[in-house]
């Protein structure tokens, strides 16, 4: 009997998440697709090309929504199971609320970890040739920045030509061992100047334990040392860190086993403590949405209005949303750490949550 009814609910559960995950990946299609049409509008491509860009990044993007997903997915379910009479059949038969909802959280818990280590590396794929490919297509080409193993790399446009920063290493608002190679409109270079740290902290570098080397007619190098020297970027260590904040390229098993990589990097370790904590999070987020719908959806047998539900369980999603926002808010102003901003609405739902499962298991 315990496997008869675990395939029913399992399989019942299932297809309402992939009815679910279906509707959203549509809407999802439709609302991004007018925006790569937006962005090709003046390029000479196909239809095709927004259309398969928007395919390829909608899937990030519900699994980041997937917590709601399940939340709207449970409550459709169990509505269902309540007004055909099935959960009463369950319970006449000694199936409790909260064997039948344990079955449902377990099957979100697991479907977590699935999406972990299966979906989001593939998701994270799609969306890194959705970035490059769109790259390809940008406009604004003029001003390139790469972190990679051998440290920090930039090119810039300026009034009078070009400049190519180098620096080994980039740690908070200091990087070190810099070199600034100032070229003209004929990519000649006009100066090189060289520091052992620089202070990157605004668009202004202080540069310290300068030498500036300048390219005169004819050969003639002029040396110069200073202990200051201030150069001018477009970019500051918030704008440099800012473009190596789009986490959705690395999957999880990537921040998992290249962490410390990672860093070395110049990713900022406390964005990766607190990305790699989100990710973490998603199985007991799944899990809490989906006792968090069983306390709607199973206070009682008795068939209920299908759309107040509806609008309790919007106002429900709308208010999770915001108190992720507001824990995200409150990490990001040093009230509380990074890491802990991705626990705390599970843990507060969570609490929420074990308390109306055990008043419907009573029921």
């Given amino acids: 009997m315990n496997k008869i009814l675990f395939k029913y609910l399992f399989t019942g559960y ?33 239809i095709l090309k927004p259309i398969s860009l928007s395919a390829l990044f909608i899937p990030n993007m519900i699994i980041k929504l997937f917590p709601f997903i399940i939340f709207i997915s449970s409550m459709w ?68 920045v790469s972190i990679n193993k051998n440290g920090l790399w930039m090119k810039e ?97 990537e921040l998992v086993l290249d962490y410390k990589d990672l860093q070395n990097r110049g990713y900022n370790k406390i964005l990766l403590d607190q990305n790699l904590n989100n990710l973490l999070s998603m199985p007991f987020f799944l899990f809490i949405m989906t006792a968090l719908a069983a306390i709607l959806t199973m206070n009682t047998l008795k068939k209920s209005n299908n759309f107040t539900l509806i609008v309790v369980g919007l106002i429900v999603c709308i208010a999770i949303y915001y108190f992720k926002d507001l824990s995200l808010a409150l990490g990001q102003t040093d009230r509380i750490s990074l890491s802990l901003a991705a626990w705390m609405p599970i843990i507060a739902i969570g609490l929420f949550s074990s308390i109306g499962i055990l008043q419907i298991n009573e029921k």
């Fill in 14 to 46: 299932i297809s309402s998440i992939f009815k679910v995950t279906l509707i959203f990946y549509c809407l999802g299609l439709i609302l991004n697709l007018f925006e790569e049409i937006e962005f090709f509008k003046n390029i000479d491509v196909s």
């Fill in 77 to 144: 379910f169990i509505i269902k199971l309540r007004n055909n009479k099935d959960l009463l059949i369950l319970k006449i038969h000694g199936h409790s609320n909260f064997k039948i909802f344990f079955i449902l959280a377990i099957t979100s818990f697991f479907l977590g970890w699935m999406i972990l280590f299966l979906l989001n590396p593939i998701t994270s794929k799609m969306v890194k040739y959705y970035e490059l490919t769109k790259a390809q297509y940008s406009r604004d080409i003029d001003h390139l």
């Fill in 157 to 253: 446009n300026t009034t009078s030509g070009y400049q190519i920063i180098t620096a080994d290493e980039t740690r908070n608002d200091r990087i070190k061992n810099i070199s600034v190679f100032k070229l003209d409109k004929d990519f000649k270079i006009t100066k090189k100047i060289y520091a052992l740290e620089a202070d990157v902290s605004s668009n202004n570098w202080v540069l310290k334990d300068v030498i500036i080397n300048s390219f005169k007619s004819e050969g003639i190098v002029e040396t110069v040392f200073s202990e200051k020297f201030e150069v001018f970027t477009k970019y500051d260590f918030a704008s440099i860190t800012s473009l190596f904040n789009n986490f959705d390229t690395m999957s999880f098993i």
